[in-house]
Every structure is written in C-alpha cells, then in structure tokens.
C-alpha cells in the first residue's frame, strides 16, 4: 500500500474506506444489528460528516461505534497509518517511532499500538493442522541471562506452528505437562502428526495425537528427515529479534499481546499469498466487536 495513499491523510477517504470495509452492504445499526431503518444524517448538520441514524432503535453512530476506535479522539486517517505500519513491519514498530511518524504523544502511540494489537488477535480461531499436517511444538525463554540466570525466572512462551500455515504463541507461568498440554489440545487437532525435541514435557500428550516423532537436540540432532522444529524455532527467533531490537522491554502483563502482533503477521505472511495491503485490511476488520480502554491495558 502507498503512504501516498489518501486513506492515510484525508479524514473523509479515511471514514469512507473504512465504512466501505465494515459495511460492504450498506451501514449496519452497532446497537441493533439491523440495517433496513438506517439513514445518513446530513454531512452538513451539526454533528458533521459520518453519522446514521436508526430508527429500529433510535440511536446515532460513526462507523467507529463498536470497533477499538469507539471514543477515540485520533482521526481515522492516523488509525489506518498506524495499522498499516504495524503490519507490514515484520520486527514490529516501536510507540516512539510511531510517536514520530503520526505526530501524536508517546503515551497516545503506544495506547494505538495496543489497540491494534488487539484488533489483531482473532476472536474464536478454529483447530490448527489436521489429518496428514504436521504441528511443531516448542517452548523458549525470554530474559537477559544476567538478569534472570535460572529458567523458572524468565518468561515461558510455548509455540504451535502447523508447516506451511498459522502460528498460536502462549505465555505460561510454568513449563509442564498441563501447560503445554492446554495449549496443544486448545489449538491443535489431535489427527495432526506432532514433532517436539526430546523435553519429556510431550511425552504424554504426543500419545493423544496421530503421530509423534522427536529430535534429539541435546545430540546435536536438528533434523532427521521430515522430522524436525526448525520451522516454530524460526518463530522463536523473528519474535526474540524484534523484542530485543525493536521494542526492547515489555512489561509481564503485555507480553501475550506481542506474541499475538508477531502471530498475526507470521500467520498471514507472503508466503501464504497475503501482501502488507491484505494483512493491514485483515487487522482493521478485526477492530469490530473489541473495546480496550487505558485501565484495562494497565491491568493485563
């Protein structure tokens, strides 16, 4: 998509892009669902440009009511920037370089950031693989050694990545049996062939799946033919490369929300056929149904 593009500067080709996108057919009443009894309101009357009225149930609304822009004081135009450039930078782009870029505070660029992110998380997603795919599972930590020297110190993520399609990322409080397990039997289809390492962690669940083949890591073995982790350990390192490099520090309560921003542009990359213009449309349909306000950001 061209920065030039006027979605990215123009209040008005921003409002109606976006309405186009959420209301292919024609506005849609958030409150009611209905759309039969809504009406345009004058672009020149005293509320301005964008606002319907239903009158199933006689409220007035902006394509941003009932989406993550709800209440927002940020134009439209700043909103499609920000996303487009989250999404099409595959290590991530920093609050202070957002900061910069959109004109606007620090605290106001992050406060996007989060809710883009949210927007980028899907709502109910389906079972991962199937008969004849194949699911890779692994786990990493995340800490400076010198800060966090033992394991059970630093952040525990588990990863699920299905070759050739999405990947789910979790952060856990503990790396066990029951963790890894919950997150395996959530997201994956248990007709899938799982690959691990040797980690006695999936010992017991590989048994629940159609097949369960290990590398040895700790004998210097990464892959024995079709069998191996390459693919969730290439994850692994885009996600530590644009934490370390890009964002630098996030707080416990936030990490989930970055490892569901790198999901999202992994699990609708390129090689999937999805261009940064399609991903960033894929993210700003998924600000429908959403709220997030300052408190619950602070309180994740």
């Not at 959530?186 to 799982?194: E, G, I, P, T, Y």
Request: glycine fraction near 10%; aromatic fraction near 8%.
């Amino acid at each position: 998509m061209d920065l030039k593009n006027p979605i990215f500067n123009d209040e008005t080709k921003a409002r109606q892009y976006l309405e186009a996108t959420r209301w292919p057919d024609g506005a849609v009443c958030p409150c009611c669902g209905l759309s039969d009894n809504v009406s345009a309101l004058p672009q020149n009357g005293s509320m301005g440009a964008g606002w319907y009225h239903c009158k199933q149930c006689r409220e007035k609304f902006t394509v941003r009511v009932g989406t993550l822009y709800e209440r927002s004081h940020v134009p439209l135009h700043k909103w499609l920037l920000a996303t487009h450039l989250l999404c099409s930078s595959k290590k991530g782009m920093s609050a202070h370089q957002l900061h910069r870029m959109l004109g606007v505070t620090y605290k106001t660029a992050w406060f996007m950031a989060h809710r883009i992110r949210e927007g980028m998380t899907p709502a109910n997603p389906g079972p991962m693989g199937g008969e004849g795919k194949i699911i890779e599972a692994d786990e990493t930590y995340m800490g400076h050694a010198s800060d966090t020297p033992h394991l059970n110190s630093k952040r525990k993520i588990v990863a699920l990545v299905e070759r050739g399609g999405a990947v789910r990322s979790v952060s856990v409080k503990r790396v066990n049996g029951h963790t890894v397990g919950k997150h395996l039997f959530m997201n994956a289809d248990r007709k899938s062939k799982l690959m691990t390492d040797e980690s006695s962690v999936y010992s017991g669940i590989g048994q629940h799946f159609a097949d369960h083949e290990t590398v040895n890591h700790s004998e210097r073995e990464y892959a024995r033919e079709h069998v191996s982790t390459n693919t969730v350990e290439g994850v692994f390192s885009i996600f530590k490369r644009g934490m370390i490099g890009t964002y630098q520090h996030c707080g416990e309560q936030h990490l989930q929300r970055y490892l569901n921003e790198f999901d999202f542009r992994y699990s609708n990359r390129c090689k999937l056929g999805i261009n940064d213009t399609m991903r960033a449309e894929i993210a700003i349909k998924g600000i429908e149904g959403k709220r997030l306000t300052y408190r619950r950001i602070g309180q994740a």
